[in-house]
């Protein structure tokens, strides 16, 4: 039998679940159920999570300055990595940024995260700087990554 996946809109039932899966994927970095509450309700946010077989595996959170998307946040449980749920998650954040008419996206992702690298640069996200110790408390640079999406609707 083939797995069914979602992508829905998430609500603020769903907030809890979101600050359960940051405490279990980003340890000490994760963002806090208040911080991600704040976020939730500030203008020009979007939060989406994806569904594989009725269950929620993996999230993510946008957000739309009137020129460019910015990926805040792409996460997927660790049972559930490997299956295409963050291409999917990935994929409906590419179509919101073009039915914006944003000219492009932004994001950073950890220097050690392979996995991550190879997912944005397979949608053609190309790293532009170094952002050190970005990522705390680990002291961990972030990569910045850019995607052009210019004319294409």
């Not at 829905?8 to 899966?21: F, M, S, T």
């Not at 997927?76 to 954040?93: C, E, I, S, W, Y």
Request: aromatic share 10%; net charge negative.
């Amino acid at each position: 039998m083939t797995a069914v996946r979602r992508i829905r809109d998430l609500g603020p039932a769903d907030l809890d679940w979101v600050a359960e899966q940051e405490e279990a994927i980003f340890g000490p970095a994760a963002w806090s159920r208040a911080m991600i509450e704040e976020d939730f309700r500030f203008p020009g946010k979007r939060y989406i999570g994806v569904e594989d077989d009725g269950a929620l595996v993996g999230y993510g959170m946008t957000s739309f300055d009137g020129e460019a998307l910015h990926v805040l946040n792409l996460a997927v449980r660790a049972d559930a990595r490997n299956r295409g749920n963050g291409a999917a998650l990935l994929t409906a954040m590419v179509e919101q940024a073009r039915e914006l008419g944003a000219s492009e996206m932004w994001l950073e992702v950890r220097v050690d995260n392979e996995a991550g690298h190879t997912l944005y640069e397979s949608f053609g996200f190309v790293p532009v700087r170094i952002r050190p110790r970005y990522y705390q408390p680990e002291d961990v640079d972030g990569l910045v990554m850019r995607l052009q999406l210019g004319d294409q609707a």
